[in-house]
């Protein structure tokens, strides 16, 4: 990262030299949690200039077409379809499916899943996770019934999950089964890359995803009817023809969006790499300290490792993961606190938890203390060793970092 303040490699030698305390930041210039990659300039401008010739902006163009079929490659799957966010994506697949009532949702995920549920008309049913942060197949079991529809899951922070129970709860009650794959690009499940499993997988392409398009959304299915009808939802309905055929909304992706994913899939590999020895370098230097629990993917799973996630035991630690996160930005270090507070206690659902009296505990305490840290593109080696220090000395330091009064 380029940073050239003088301050930036300053000594932490007590409290007093923390920016929460008053010095100047460690980093001059924010760490990002996320920073989108940028594919080749050369090879995105030359992309960009035959589109520019061809005059062939939008409304499945070529490169649209040819990001599909790469990607059909790349993730083993017979149908991609590309789409403007995966916001829309997950909405018009809903629709495509018939999907009514109820949906259960795992509460420890992004908010959009249950805003466009709640805008398309469909009732959120919030779930809580298990130790794996993912949607919990028993809970989820214990909270289908008879208006229940269809269940989103989320491989959250790109580690699958529990694909093969939930799959088994959902087909015992004959219930689609769909899964939020935004933040797991590129990750497997036993000898397939995600976007086969369930009735079909929405990834997120938004720009601080692994891979991305700036703004898109991909639905990737097996079944060849759902791929049909989701390309005829995304221009309106209409048919290659022209003819409307079904309602539709516009979801389409750009060329300029295509050729952003076209370099940027390019690089993949390299860019998963680099993303790997970052976490590493995390793991390396978060090791042992007590009360920082990292999650670490297990070696057999090959996880896009975009997301460095951290959960603070504040018994442990000596603080809580609040006052951690103040230090940390303070410093220019601009980790986040998702998905707190949870969906089942945002507005307009925290009504309904209320009413029905909702206790979601395992979500509550990820809410609570779990930690994201800048990864992938957003910080390199010699930023993590910083970043690593920094917590161990607000560890070290932390019953003189006092907690601010009232
Ligand atoms: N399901 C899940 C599990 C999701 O995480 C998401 C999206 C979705 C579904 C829905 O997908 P889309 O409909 O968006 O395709 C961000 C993203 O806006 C959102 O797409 C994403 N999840 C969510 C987890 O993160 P914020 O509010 O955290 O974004 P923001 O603007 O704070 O950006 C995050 C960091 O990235 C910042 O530190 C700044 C940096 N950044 C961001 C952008 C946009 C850059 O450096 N450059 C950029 O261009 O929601």
Known sequence: MTDTAPHKRKALQTPADLALLGAPPLFAVPRHVNRPHVPDKAAFDARINAAWERRWFTNDGPLVKELEQRLCEYLDVPHCVLMSNATAALDLTMKALGVKGEVILPAYTFISTANILHIAGLTPVFCDVDASMALDPAACAARIGPRTGAV????????????????EVCDAHD?????????????????????????????SLHATKAFHTCEGGLVTTCDSTLAKTLRRMRNFGFDPMGAVECAGLNAKMSEMHAAMGLGNLDQIDATRALAQDVHRAYARG??????????????????????????????????????????????????????????????PYIALTKAAGLELP????????????????????????????????????AAAIAPPQG
């Open 152 to 167: 989103v899951a989320t491989h959250v922070w790109g580690s699958p999950c529990d694909i093969d129970a939930l799959q």
């Open 175 to 203: 219930i689609p089964l769909l899964f939020d794959a935004a933040h797991a690009f590129g990750a497997r499940h036993k000898a397939h890359r995600l976007g086969r499993f369930g009735r079909a997988e929405v990834f």
């Open 286 to 347: 978060l090791a042992d300290l007590p009360g920082f629990i990292l999650k670490l993917p297990p070696a057999a799973e090959e996880n896009n490792h975009h997301y460095v996630v951290g959960r603070i035991n504040a018994a442990e630690f000596g603080m809580d993961r609040d006052r951690l996160h103040a230090v940390l930005v303070a410093e220019n270090v601009l980790a986040r606190r998702y998905f707190r507070p949870g969906g089942h206690r945002c507005p």
């Open 362 to 397: 395992q979500t509550d305490a990820l809410c609570n203390d779990v930690l994201v840290l800048p990864g992938g593109a957003a910080a390199d080696p010699a930023d993590v060793a910083l970043i690593c220090a920094l917590i161990r000395f607000a560890h070290d330091n």
